[in-house]
């Protein structure tokens, strides 16, 4: 056993009780306070490459040591690319090569499409490697399940990488929801502007040469497989089921968070979508989503509403035009001339209205009752940034706070249910227990998918 498995061993038991073990600085078993994390990228480009410039940035800082020593990625284009900033790399453009070849990967950052992050995902926690996934997490609901259970039986670090789920703002929103600031919550709307790549597609596009530089069939990966057309390959896979998830994928973990977090949501009780343009091929060109939570402990029941695209209108030039967003109704405490920010939420409740732009903007309407409010107390602990947090849970410290086994996991599955209802074009009564909708089998199939062959986790 190399020193590197063996100290990999220990940060599992570390970490899995870090309330009650943290690891001793310079110990010989474990990292010392600002040892080398050694990082895999697995996806490159787009997100990735964000990604692995803000680790190759924050390297030399306290709690940020890293270095990034395999690049994988199906697009050789990307991999030469990002490998002229990280010189020494290794480079593989299959990660399940990666996994067997990289015996000394202490992490995994994935940044791959919305239908690898399962199986990489996956993979990374059955060989005891810490893995920090990009929103949504996963693909479907059931395998953000598995994601949860497995991260607990390895007692690997993890994390979903909302990084506002770091930030002042949104832990000021939580606190300003559990303090009761507006009183008791029985509705919540949330939006974004999303999706800004082509939805509302009902026939494939004719296949195009497939780009050279790219291996499609390890990009296409556990999906379905199809040959390669427009609309796809680098960004807008998004907007296609087979591989992305849509606008509630893209930025519902986001602003989700808050109200997930906030207000305590377990599994709601029914979830139901009205839409337009929604096919078995891409999501629609808007949607409303509309979740049922019941009471929790002293909690009463909450509605939240989920809107996203951009409605129809009919130009003078004759044509269709979807450039209208789809936003909730202008709320009765927002002054008239006032407009919704173009991503939020509006937490109503007994006592007033609170809005917040994009994840952390954070003011009571209207705004006239912001001159005397006084903020309650602060009492979520601060972390310093979101991957920071996950590097130093990596050393043996606290559990990242969007770790798969007590959050992100749930975030998700909220999330993607959303997506169920849109599919299926039923009013889906939830089981959360038992990942069942008990009036829709034909949701099934939604819930979890199956792999194509060699894509078995």
């Known amino acids: 056993m190399t020193h590197r498995t063996a100290r990999r061993q220990f940060l599992k038991t570390a970490a899995a009780g870090a309330s009650i073990i943290l690891l001793p600085k310079g110990s010989a078993l474990g990292y010392a306070a600002n040892e080398t994390v050694n990082l895999g990228i697995i996806g490159a480009g787009g997100m990735g490459a964000g990604n692995r410039q803000w680790f190759k940035r924050i390297a ?127 509705e919540v709307h949330i939006w974004t502007d999303r999706p800004i790549w082509p939805q509302g597609i009902a026939q494939r596009p004719a296949a195009k040469p497939l780009p050279q530089n790219v291996d499609w069939d390890l990009w296409i990966g556990p999906a379905p497989y199809r040959e390669y057309h427009e609309h796809l390959h680098p960004f807008s896979w998004r907007g296609w089921w087979d591989f992305g998830t849509g606008a509630l994928g893209d930025m519902g973990c986001h602003f989700w968070d808050s109200a997930v977090w906030g207000l305590k949501l377990g599994h709601p009780d029914t979830i139901e979508a009205v839409h337009e343009g929604n096919s ?122 969007s770790n798969f086994a007590d959050y992100s996991s749930h975030l998700a599955e909220v999330v993607l249910l959303g997506n169920v209802a849109i599919r299926t074009g039923k009013k889906i009564e939830w089981d959360g227990q038992n990942l069942k909708a008990r009036n829709c089998p034909e949701a099934d199939q939604y819930i979890r998918r199956e792999y194509r062959q060699g894509w078995e986790v």
Not at 97 to 106: I, K, P
Not at 149 to 165: F, L, R, S, Y
Not at 280 to 286: C, F, I, L, S
Not at 323 to 351: C, I, V, Y
């Open 60 to 186: 030399s800082q306290p709690g940020g040591s890293n270095a990034i020593v395999a690049l994988c990625d199906a697009d050789r284009r990307t991999l030469e690319g990002s490998l002229g900033d990280h010189p020494g790399a290794k480079t593989y453009v299959d990660y399940r090569q990666m996994f067997e070849a990289e015996n000394g990967l202490d992490a995994v950052m994935i940044s791959t499409p919305d239908h690898h992050h399962y199986a990489a995902s996956m993979m990374a926690i059955q060989r005891g490697i810490a893995v920090n996934t990009e929103k949504p997490l996963t693909h479907s609901v059931w395998e953000a399940r598995q994601l949860a259970i497995a991260a607990k039986e390895h007692k690997v670090v993890t994390q979903m990488d909302n990084e506002g789920h770091a930030t002042e703002g949104l832990r000021r929103c939580v606190e300003w929801v559990q303090a009761g600031v507006v009183g008791a919550i029985r």
């Open 280 to 401: 078995n091929e891409t999501g629609p060109h808007w949607s409303i989503v509309t979740y049922q939570f019941p009471a929790r402990g002293d909690l009463p029941p909450v509605t939240v509403k989920w809107f996203d695209g951009r409605k129809s209108r009919q130009g003078t030039d004759g044509q269709v035009h979807f450039d209208t967003q789809n936003l909730p109704p202008h709320p009765a405490d927002l002054e008239p001339n006032r407009k919704l920010p173009t991503n939020g939420s509006l937490f109503f409740g007994e006592k007033g209205t609170l809005l917040v732009a994009d994840t952390s903007g954070l003011r009571l309407i209207p705004e006239s009752k912001m001159k005397d409010f006084e903020q309650p107390a602060p009492f979520l602990p601060r972390v310093r940034d979101h991957k920071i947090e996950w590097l130093e849970a990596i050393r043996g410290g606290q559990p990242a706070s």
